[in-house]
Nanobody, 124 residues
Framework: QVQLVESGGGLVQTGGSLRLSCAASGRILSSYSVGWFRQAPGKEREFVAAISWYSGGSTNYADSVKGRFTISRDNIKNTVYLQMNSLKPEDTAVYYC????????????????WGQGTQVTVSS
Protein backbone atom coordinates (compact mmCIF):
# COMPACT_ATOMS: atom_id res chain seq x y z
CA GLN A 1 0.00 0.00 0.00
CA VAL A 2 1.23 3.49 -0.88
CA GLN A 3 -0.08 6.65 0.73
CA LEU A 4 0.41 9.85 -1.29
CA VAL A 5 0.07 13.41 -0.04
CA GLU A 6 0.22 16.42 -2.37
CA SER A 7 1.19 19.89 -1.29
CA GLY A 8 2.31 23.18 -2.78
CA GLY A 9 -0.86 24.36 -4.45
CA GLY A 10 -2.16 27.88 -4.13
CA LEU A 11 -3.16 31.07 -5.89
CA VAL A 12 -0.75 32.58 -8.39
CA GLN A 13 -0.95 35.20 -11.13
CA THR A 14 -0.60 34.43 -14.83
CA GLY A 15 3.04 33.85 -15.65
CA GLY A 16 3.90 32.80 -12.12
CA SER A 17 5.33 29.54 -10.80
CA LEU A 18 4.47 26.86 -8.29
CA ARG A 19 6.14 23.64 -7.23
CA LEU A 20 3.92 20.78 -6.23
CA SER A 21 5.17 17.94 -4.07
CA CYS A 22 3.92 14.38 -3.83
CA ALA A 23 5.22 12.70 -0.70
CA ALA A 24 4.84 8.97 -0.28
CA SER A 25 4.70 6.72 2.74
CA GLY A 26 4.15 3.05 3.21
CA ARG A 27 6.35 1.95 0.33
CA ILE A 28 9.50 3.12 -1.37
CA LEU A 29 8.35 5.38 -4.16
CA SER A 30 11.37 4.59 -6.31
CA SER A 31 9.68 1.27 -7.12
CA TYR A 32 6.71 3.04 -8.70
CA SER A 33 6.04 5.21 -11.68
CA VAL A 34 4.32 8.42 -10.64
CA GLY A 35 1.98 10.60 -12.63
CA TRP A 36 0.46 14.02 -12.12
CA PHE A 37 -3.11 14.59 -13.23
CA ARG A 38 -5.48 17.53 -12.95
CA GLN A 39 -9.19 18.04 -12.93
CA ALA A 40 -10.96 21.32 -13.54
CA PRO A 41 -14.61 21.86 -12.57
CA GLY A 42 -16.94 20.11 -14.99
CA LYS A 43 -14.08 18.39 -16.81
CA GLU A 44 -12.58 14.93 -16.76
CA ARG A 45 -9.33 14.20 -15.02
CA GLU A 46 -6.47 14.66 -17.48
CA PHE A 47 -2.87 13.59 -17.69
CA VAL A 48 -0.22 16.23 -16.99
CA ALA A 49 3.14 14.47 -16.58
CA ALA A 50 4.68 11.20 -15.45
CA ILE A 51 8.07 9.82 -14.45
CA SER A 52 9.09 6.20 -14.60
CA TRP A 53 10.01 4.11 -11.58
CA TYR A 54 13.77 3.90 -11.83
CA SER A 55 16.14 6.66 -10.78
CA GLY A 56 16.67 9.14 -13.59
CA GLY A 57 13.78 7.54 -15.41
CA SER A 58 12.05 8.74 -18.51
CA THR A 59 9.41 11.44 -18.37
CA ASN A 60 6.26 12.18 -20.35
CA TYR A 61 4.25 15.38 -20.64
CA ALA A 62 0.93 16.46 -22.00
CA ASP A 63 1.34 18.75 -24.99
CA SER A 64 -0.38 21.55 -23.11
CA VAL A 65 2.38 21.71 -20.48
CA LYS A 66 5.51 20.80 -22.47
CA GLY A 67 8.23 23.37 -21.99
CA ARG A 68 6.50 24.86 -18.94
CA PHE A 69 6.23 21.99 -16.44
CA THR A 70 8.97 19.68 -15.19
CA ILE A 71 8.49 16.47 -13.26
CA SER A 72 11.29 15.12 -11.10
CA ARG A 73 11.81 12.72 -8.24
CA ASP A 74 13.97 12.56 -5.13
CA ASN A 75 14.14 8.91 -4.17
CA ILE A 76 15.92 9.70 -0.90
CA LYS A 77 13.05 11.93 0.19
CA ASN A 78 10.50 9.57 -1.34
CA THR A 79 8.96 12.54 -3.11
CA VAL A 80 8.02 13.51 -6.65
CA TYR A 81 7.82 17.15 -7.72
CA LEU A 82 6.02 19.08 -10.42
CA GLN A 83 7.64 22.42 -11.18
CA MET A 84 5.11 24.61 -12.97
CA ASN A 85 6.32 27.76 -14.72
CA SER A 86 4.61 30.30 -16.97
CA LEU A 87 1.26 29.37 -15.50
CA LYS A 88 -1.91 30.20 -17.38
CA PRO A 89 -5.52 30.52 -16.22
CA GLU A 90 -6.32 27.28 -18.05
CA ASP A 91 -3.93 25.47 -15.68
CA THR A 92 -6.41 26.09 -12.86
CA ALA A 93 -7.49 22.73 -11.45
CA VAL A 94 -7.10 20.29 -8.60
CA TYR A 95 -3.81 18.49 -9.13
CA TYR A 96 -3.42 14.86 -8.10
CA CYS A 97 -0.43 12.56 -7.99
CA UNK A 98 -0.82 8.85 -8.56
CA UNK A 99 1.44 5.79 -8.51
CA UNK A 100 1.57 2.46 -10.30
CA UNK A 101 3.92 -0.52 -10.15
CA UNK A 102 4.81 -0.40 -13.83
CA UNK A 103 5.84 1.94 -16.62
CA UNK A 104 4.21 5.35 -16.94
CA UNK A 105 0.78 5.66 -18.53
CA UNK A 106 -1.45 8.61 -19.51
CA UNK A 107 -4.75 6.97 -18.48
CA UNK A 108 -5.69 7.70 -14.86
CA UNK A 109 -7.45 4.34 -14.68
CA UNK A 110 -4.06 2.64 -14.95
CA UNK A 111 -2.90 4.03 -11.59
CA UNK A 112 -3.46 2.21 -8.31
CA UNK A 113 -2.78 4.82 -5.65
CA TRP A 114 -3.93 8.43 -5.45
CA GLY A 115 -3.42 11.44 -3.26
CA GLN A 116 -6.20 13.74 -2.09
CA GLY A 117 -5.28 16.57 -4.47
CA THR A 118 -4.10 20.14 -4.13
CA GLN A 119 -5.81 23.19 -5.63
CA VAL A 120 -3.97 25.37 -8.12
CA THR A 121 -5.62 28.62 -9.14
CA VAL A 122 -4.10 30.93 -11.73
CA SER A 123 -5.61 34.39 -11.89
CA SER A 124 -5.66 36.43 -15.08
Amino acid sequence: QVQLVESGGGLVQTGGSLRLSCAASGRILSSYSVGWFRQAPGKEREFVAAISWYSGGSTNYADSVKGRFTISRDNIKNTVYLQMNSLKPEDTAVYYCAARKSRTAPDPQDYDYWGQGTQVTVSS
